[in-house]
């Protein structure tokens, strides 16, 4: 085992500022590739299969059908991006917070940047909602990992 926990991890102290981008974009990229793949998995799934007009009517049934399924994708997309952020940069915060934290942000802003006039309160309320809850989620299921 090498000095960075895994096999065929460089040994030198000090790669520099591009090694701590590059682990920063490895991050984002598992990030986008696991919130890409399960947001997929719910359009063709839940939204296809399981969502009627009937069920989406209730606060209840956007709950269970839309809302859950999102805060779900947000977590694993953290969990995902956090888990592959590696040592030595996953030791600070700053940059541990930014490798998992920045793809489910930067798609919501994105989503609510591109259906802004189509939002209603309760859309705009619930999604920011699912994103801190996938969030936390997310990084603290990282964390429970790290600590074990």
């Known amino acids: 085992m090498t000095r960075y926990g895994y096999p065929g991890a460089s040994t030198r102290g000090d790669e520099g500022r591009g090694a ?19 947001e997929y998995v ?14 989406m009517e209730t606060f209840g049934g956007r709950l269970l059908l839309i809302h859950l399924p999102n805060a779900l994708c947000v977590a694993l997309a953290v969990w ?40 209603s309160a309760e859309g705009l309320l619930m999604s920011n909602a699912v994103l801190v809850l996938g969030c936390v989620a997310g990084y603290a299921a990282d964390r429970l ?3 074990a």
Do not use: C, K
């Open 20 to 38: 701590a981008l590059f682990a920063l974009a490895r991050a984002w990229a598992a990030g986008v590739v696991v919130l890409l793949f399960t």
């Open 80 to 119: 995902a991006a956090a888990r592959i952020h590696r040592v030595p940069y996953r030791d600070s915060v700053p940059w541990h917070l930014t490798a998992a934290l920045a793809v489910p942000i930067a798609a919501q802003l994105l989503n609510m940047g591109l259906q802004w006039e189509r939002l």
């Open 145 to 147: 990992q790290e600590d």
């Open 42 to 55: 719910q359009a063709t799934v839940v939204y296809e299969h399981v969502a009627t007009p009937s069920r």
